[in-house]
């Protein structure tokens, strides 16, 4: 492969100002790559180097065209002011649940609050303590909680804290009795991962450079080991490429060792990409005090093992699509792992297995048809499996903190219906509403009804769709739309609440295509639209659109849609393809330049979903996903947004960035074509405030596109001032 690459220094080109818009000046530069003798050029390549000066110079121009046009829209701060006010109805809201030496641990953010706050309680039952306020951490700045880790003696808690989205944190170690913070500290790190038997040490993971902006960041990783009071530069580098170049680990493969507490006599090494199929070895804890760890195989990426394993006895159990394309429960000896020879336990179904959760005497299976989910118990003493009776239908979910009882958490949710969370007693098979749970009524909501239908796609694969709206609407094909796809990883786009659906009661129609790429219908569904099948994605994507207009939910000139992180893909290639089809569309910190992923920080790991430019085959369908390679001169495209986070460390700002830059000189309708930056954000954030004010502002802008009546621009001209 011949790889050539020409940067020219000067300006070879400005592109003419569209005069309606008035569009920052950009400009193009002679660069390309040549890949398996085919030549891609790049004319916007020099807006990779964000820590440019012209660069940053080019997106805060755009932003602020931006953000002046958004503040027009009064629609906007109504949409902001409506969440608040709902959030503010909001039960608490819960994560990060953990069971350790009889104290419940758990992150809480209250409604209407900004971001959330570290409790626990002595037992399920006692009273709340609050231990650790990030808001009083730094003075001036929004931390947030991205881990918590407690020892298993309940008496320390390790914390990962971030700031601006960016995901990466300062790992601070919590003293439970006294709820001081130790003195030692460390960054950046992606968090704690776990601790050992002793209590006075935890597992980590760790890089070989500190500027979280340098593309090295994610390379060569590590586990280290932290013993408490010690410095963190003197930790122990436990489980790497360095440590263990025996196992072959590659620069771009994420090393995480620990110790299930539930099976503490074996370290647990696994290395992760995106990929879903685990590899990962094994050790007797005891080598802990040798100077060399041997690491045994566990299991490798051809046994096909994905979505969780556990232990029990003298078996591990785990999910696998081998000869199972919607998954099955397998196990195999501890001591000698054999996943060829495996013992079939909980066999394939009609639904998909999403999950596994251990208990003391079960393992709970978590199921979905990617709408519906269900729950089956598999006693671990007697080899049997029956369906656990739900007490609501939805989506479901369900953990087990505390693996000594049978006792479990269980969410259960719906696109219409708030999370309610239960308790399960599995070996009853009861459920009672929890301590954590708090019933709500949001008002409105009981207008709006959910649809579930499924769509023939372009080679006749029927695509599941749910369609949100009010109850009796007209379909005319008056109605504003916006569609929303994902399909990547294999994740599901299940049904769940969430009060920015309220501005379906403004008879906006909310659909949520579920495209080849995802899981709805298993590993087959997954795999179909994966590296050379992606084009199935976003042709699924498109053909959910024009079901929706076929059938009167909206029309071409309404119709918006939306694709977030990956979906960048999906959404990018839908409007190059049929930019007929939609009337504007959202690219929210999306992939939208595949072919320049790879170069990211974040791109290597995610070379095993999408592919990369040194294979010949991989690399054509990297060029059919990007969409800034498919932006063609003097096409009517539809109005777009891209949105970048600054501090967003999966995507990068310059992909999306590209993708408007391409748009903008390119679009022949007049449409407006925006870039988006968001300088307190990276791909996401839990500031609430902030998230409602970037969605409200997508939303927002598509609505004004579509014609939403309560969207259209105070003072609108024909330029912009």
Not at 185 to 210: C, E, H, I, Q
Not at 696 to 711: C, Y
Request: with cysteine.
């Amino acid at each position: 492969m011949k790889r050539i690459v020409f940067l020219a220094l000067p300006v070879l080109a400005w592109l003419p100002c569209f005069a309606q818009w008035q569009y920052p000046e950009t400009k193009t530069v002679d660069a390309q790559d040549t890949y398996f003798g085919k030549t891609y050029k790049d004319p916007y390549r020099w807006l990779e180097n964000l820590k440019d000066k012209d660069v940053k110079a080019w997106f805060k121009s755009q932003a602020g065209l931006t953000d002046k046009l958004l503040a027009k829209i009064p629609g906007r701060e109504t949409l902001v002011d409506e969440w608040m006010a709902l959030d503010k109805l909001k039960p608490a809201a819960y994560s990060s649940i953990n069971y350790e030496h009889g104290r419940v641990f758990y992150k809480k953010t209250l409604g209407g609050e900004n971001v959330g706050k570290l409790y626990f309680r002595e037992g399920w039952n006692g009273t709340e303590k609050l231990l650790f306020d990030p808001g009083t951490y730094k003075t001036g700045v929004v931390m947030t909680i991205e881990a918590s880790v407690p020892s298993w003696d309940g008496k320390h808690v390790a914390i990962g804290l971030s700031s601006g989205g960016a995901e990466y944190s300062e790992i601070r170690i919590l003293d439970v009795e006294r709820g001081t913070l130790l003195p030692e500290r460390m960054y950046p790190s992606y968090g704690p991962l776990g601790w050992t038997k002793g209590n006075n040490a935890f597992f980590y993971d760790a890089g070989t450079v500190t500027d979280i902006k340098d593309p090295k960041i994610e390379l060569n990783r590590k586990t280290r080991l932290h013993k408490l009071g010690a410095e963190f530069a003197a930790d122990v580098d436990f489980f790497s490429n360095e440590s263990a170049p025996e196992l072959g680990i590659a620069p771009k493969e994420f090393p995480f060792a620990s110790i299930d507490e539930s099976y503490p006599d074996y370290l647990i090494g696994a290395l992760g990409t995106v990929q879903n199929e685990m590899r990962a070895y094994y050790a007797p804890a005891s080598e802990m005090k040798s100077k060399k760890i041997t690491w045994e195989v566990l299991c490798r990426q051809s046994d096909n093992l994905v979505r969780g394993m556990a232990f029990h006895g003298k078996y591990i159990y785990a999910i696998t699509h081998a000869g199972a394309p919607k998954y099955q429960v397998v196990r195999t000896s501890v001591e000698h792992p054999d996943w060829a020879h495996a013992e079939t336990v909980v066999p394939e179904a009609a639904d998909s297995i999403q999950s596994i959760t251990k208990t003391k005497h079960y393992l709970i299976v978590d199921y979905s048809n990617g709408v519906v989910g269900r729950l089956v118990r598999y006693d671990l003493a007697s080899g049997t499996t029956e369906e656990i009776k739900l007490p609501a239908s939805g989506t479901v979910s369900c953990s087990c903190p505390d693996f000594r009882t049978d006792r479990c958490l269980v969410d259960i949710t719906s696109w219409t219906a708030p999370v309610t969370i239960y308790d399960l007693d599995a070996q009853q098979e009861t459920f009672t509403k929890s301590v954590f749970n708090t019933d709500v009524v949001y008002p409105g909501f009981d207008e709006l009804v959910s649809e579930e239908v499924e769509v023939p796609g372009h080679d006749g694969t029927l695509i599941p769709l749910s369609i949100v709206h009010k109850k009796g609407m007209a379909m005319d094909g008056s109605n504003c739309c916006i569609l929303e796809g994902y399909g990547a990883y294999g994740i599901s786009f299940s049904p769940r609440f969430s009060i920015r659906y309220s501005v379906a009661k403004r008879g906006v129609v909310l659909a949520f295509a579920h495209p080849r790429g995802g899981s709805e219908k298993g590993e087959a569904w997954y795999k179909a639209g994966y590296k050379t099948t992606k084009p199935n994605t976003w042709k699924d994507f498109i053909s959910c659109a024009e079901y929706l207009v076929k059938n009167g939910y909206t029309s071409h000139e309404k119709l918006a849609g939306t694709g977030t992180s990956a979906g960048g893909i999906l959404i990018s290639r839908a409007i190059t393809e049929r930019p007929d089809l939609f009337r504007a569309a959202i690219c929210n910190v999306g992939c939208a330049n595949a072919m320049r992923m790879e170069f990211t920080p974040n791109g290597p790991v995610n070379t095993p979903e999408f592919g990369t430019v040194k294979d010949e085959a991989e690399c054509r369908a990297l060029y059919e996903m990007d969409g800034v390679a498919h932006v063609q001169k003097g096409v009517k495209y539809p109005a777009l947004m891209g949105i970048g986070g600054w501090n967003d460390p999966r995507v990068t700002a310059w992909e999306p960035g590209k993708f408007v830059a391409a748009m903008q000189a390119s679009t022949s309708s007049g449409n407006p074509v925006l870039m988006k930056v968001n300088y307190d954000n990276g791909h996401f954030t839990e500031e609430k405030i902030v998230t409602f004010r970037n969605f409200a502002g997508q939303s927002a802008f598509l609505l004004w596109q579509t014609g939403h009546k309560d969207f259209q621009p105070v003072n609108q001209t024909s330029k912009m001032d």
